[in-house]
């Protein structure tokens, strides 16, 4: 069951992480830079990561406030093509960064090696079924004539 973030359907986080009295729920976006509403609004085109990070900060703004007291929100937000919000890759690398037991610090890479992994994962798997569907279409399609 998603995690309860505040009351109504529309108030669900992803993943909650317990870790001994601390509680963190994370809520995963993958978005897209090439819709055109990115590109001609926030030139996601020629930004990267632009996408993610407006993401990111919707997702606070949406969310953040409602959040209750003893538990931290993280919105976890990758573009399609592969690019971490900032703040994302900031929270993942604070996961390990600051933890001294070498034992310890090297299980935490490992862990976040392996989220990056599986997120990276489903992204082929969604990126292709997106490119196969858009090559069923170019051969579905009328090739056009230039007039001349």
Not at 14 to 40: E, F, H, N, Q, Y
Not at 50 to 61: E, L, P, V, W
Request: charged residues 25%; hydrophobic residues 35%.
């Amino acid at each position: 069951m998603e995690p309860i973030i505040a009351q109504g359907p529309e108030k669900r986080g992803d993943i909650l992480i317990t870790a001994g009295s601390k509680k963190t729920i994370i809520d995963v976006l993958v978005t897209c830079p090439a819709t055109p509403s990115m590109v001609r609004r926030h030139s996601s085109h020629l930004i990267p990561g632009a996408t993610a990070a407006r993401a990111g900060r919707k997702k606070n703004d949406q969310y953040l406030q409602d959040v209750r007291t003893g538990i931290k929100f993280v919105p976890f937000v990758i573009e399609t093509g592969g690019c971490f919000a900032k703040t994302t890759s900031e929270r993942l690398d604070g996961f390990w960064k600051d933890v001294t037991d070498p034992k310890t610090r090297k299980l935490r890479q490992a862990s976040v090696r392996g989220i990056c992994i599986e997120v990276q994962r489903q992204l082929i798997f969604s990126n292709t079924n997106v490119l196969s569907r858009f090559a069923q279409h170019l051969t579905a399609t009328e090739p056009v004539r230039a007039a001349h």
